[in-house]
């Protein structure tokens, strides 16, 4: 895996109390890496931190305070731009009484400006994020560059060359959220400077994605908001694509600070899926985008885990049969306890409940003390659904209407293949494993086709929408309709 930042130059202190290493002028050489799941580590040829004048100790991997950050001005003379580091710790493992020359650092983010940093820069203040959307521009299907036919006059040809800038805005209750474009190139006439023959001419469109929070927000709540968006377009793909590293736009004395902002972020992205199988484009949701990007937002921080655990399998591709099978079952577990927490119990609940109570009622005399503890703990959870009833319950809530004998069905083969993992340790001594795990895979890919189509109704797709992608297309045709068939589940007709 290339990195995505490797270059040599000087670092000293941003603040730091030890004015022998607080400056350029009395930085310390060394190389700065960061690869491409955005680890960053800082190798010097020279001596930062010292126990006698900082005060504490950074042996043993430990933490430096976070008050320390290490600034530094990458290239000979400075032509790779500058550097922050903070949240840093200090990783070459010295000896207590070791003086050594050479020192190495890791930080969690690392900020890369054209200028250099000043001294009362607060990284909890900036007021804008910059997402440039590399990649994405036939998802987005915005390009707008045209080249009109050629036209001659004498000996001289003229090519006329037309572009549209997008400016596309949704306000949320967190952000205003815009998506925009920029024509980028290198010629005289899109630098406003007086034409001039050239050999060459070069002109492309770049499209952004721009957040703008309507409160003021820390460094966290924008890594957050980076996070959201990212997730939410890996919804409409259909498979994890990594976005551009973020950039950062804070107020300065004089002008605004750009920022790129490095932190570790997990596996390179994949490849962006063929077209054919996206759950939606851009200009399927252009009007309902920002409305989708706070449903997002709002569910995930209300449901947590449920919605987690399945971005997160995109993102991280399991190996293993098992794995896969119950990560899925977790996601739909949590969000359905979490439905019931907020819809309270069902009165089959609670008559199950008092139920359980009156058994346990039943051990009172002291000599059954241990029972009766015992039995409590083992009937806790007894009145609540079982796996089968949650699976059947949580895509009921589908807006395809799904055979209810099929699903039942296809629940209860879930619910005792989970039990198989959970309580026996796998597959069934008397099944082949191969069989066993062909029909997990089996059993997760209907799974997520159903799961991932319950998000996106859940942050407000339209019914439509769902119901066309679900049975036509290539996404239809190629994916979610046979991996439903080979687990017994059939879109009705009428449906189509």
């Known amino acids: 895996m290339s990195n995505v930042l490797d270059k040599r130059g000087v670092f000293w202190w941003l603040n730091g109390a030890d004015d022998q290493t607080a400056s350029v002028e009395t930085s310390v050489p060394g190389a700065l890496t960061i690869d491409g799941e955005g680890q960053i580590k800082l ?293 359905h306890r979490n439905w019931r927490r907020e819809t309270g119990e069902t009165e089959g609940e609670a008559k199950q409940k008092q139920c359980v109570q009156e058994i346990i009622e039943r051990f009172n005399d002291t000599v059954d003390k241990k029972k009766r503890k015992w039995l409590t703990s083992r009937l806790k959870y007894a009145h609540e659904p079982n796996l089968e009833d949650r699976i059947v319950e949580t895509f009921r809530r589908l807006p395809i209407s799904l055979d209810p004998s099929q699903l039942r069905a296809f629940a209860k083969r879930c619910a005792e293949r989970r039990n198989h993992i959970s309580h026996e340790g796998g597959c069934p001594a008397d099944e082949d494993p191969n069989a066993f795990r062909a029909e997990l895979q089996n059993l997760t890919e209907a799974l997520v086709c159903l799961f991932h189509a319950l998000l996106l109704h859940q942050i407000g797709i339209s019914t439509d929408h769902l119901k066309a992608v679900m049975t036509k297309g290539g996404l239809a045709e190629v994916k979610i309709l046979p991996a439903l068939r080979r687990v017994g589940i059939n879109i009705p007709e009428s449906v189509v």
């Open 43 to 335: 190798d010097l040829e020279g001596s930062l931190w010292s126990e006698e004048t900082e005060g504490g100790r950074s042996d043993e991997g430990h933490w430096l305070p976070p008050e320390k950050q290490i600034a530094g001005r990458l290239g000979e003379y400075g032509d790779g731009g500058y550097v922050l580091l903070n949240d840093i710790r200090r990783t070459d493992f010295p000896f207590p009484d070791d003086k050594p020359c050479r020192q190495s650092y890791e930080a969690l983010h690392c900020f890369s400006c054209e200028f250099p940093f000043a001294k009362t820069i607060d990284l909890d203040r900036f007021k804008e994020l910059r997402i440039e959307l590399l990649g994405l521009d036939e998802w987005l299907g915005l390009d707008s560059i045209r080249l009109d036919d050629e036209q001659r006059h004498g000996e001289d040809t003229e090519v006329k060359v037309s572009y549209k800038q997008h400016k596309i805005t949704y306000k949320t209750s967190a952000a205003n959220v815009c998506i925009e474009s920029l024509i980028l190139g290198a010629s005289p006439w899109l630098t406003f400077m007086a034409p001039k023959p050239t050999k060459e001419v070069n002109i492309r469109q770049t499209n952004f994605l721009v957040y703008s929070p309507t409160k003021e927000c820390k460094l966290g709540d924008f890594q957050i908001a980076y996070r959201r968006i990212e997730e939410l377009i890996v919804l409409f793909l259909g498979t994890y694509f990594r976005l551009d590293w973020p950039t950062l736009v804070g107020t300065g004395e004089h002008f605004d600070i750009w920022c790129k902002l490095y932190f570790y972020r997990g596996p390179a992205q994949h490849e962006l899926p063929f077209s054919y199988f996206w759950w939606a484009t851009f200009l399927s949701v252009r009007d309902s985008f920002g409305g989708l990007l706070q449903q997002w937002q709002t569910k995930v921080e209300r449901y947590g885990t449920g919605y987690e655990l399945y971005v997160a399998s995109l993102q991280n591709p399991l190996l293993h049969p098992e794995h896969s099978f119950v990560n899925v079952v977790w996601a739909i577990e949590s969000l």
